[in-house]
């Protein structure tokens, strides 16, 4: 990288307040963003788990090259992928209804926390 890019030529912002920053995000996060989360944890999970099963597998004697493996790899990643959207073991759902609670819960709070800011003044 070229040390000139480094440079400042412009003024730097100030930083922004926490309360500024939360005002300034998004509302909330869309269900079908929450629910591709969910099932995306369940698909880490899954391939975790699967990487277990897989190490307690009996040898079956065929070569191991980095290429093989590499592919075994993607095997599994994909099965846990698969399996975790066609339902999985049903953890996303869970893992859903937990992120949509928390978004009620921070919303209702916030609400809260302002009319409680209101009656003090």
Avoid: C
């Avoid at 049903?90 to 609670?101: T, V």
């Amino acid at each position: 990288m070229d040390s000139v890019k480094l440079i400042l030529t412009e003024p730097i912002s100030p930083p922004t307040l926490l309360e500024q920053l939360d005002k300034s995000r998004p509302n909330s996060i869309s269900e079908k963003k929450k629910a591709q989360v969910a099932k995306d944890f369940e698909s880490v999970l899954l391939t975790k788990m699967l990487d277990e099963m897989k190490n307690s597998i009996v040898d079956w004697g065929l070569e191991k090259d980095a290429t093989s493996e590499q592919i075994h790899g993607i095997f599994w990643l994909y099965l846990a992928r698969d399996i975790a959207n066609s339902g999985g073991l049903g953890l996303w759902k869970d893992i859903y209804q937990f992120l949509s609670d928390s978004e009620q819960v921070n919303t209702v709070q916030k609400t809260e926390d302002r009319k409680q800011m209101t009656e003090d003044r």
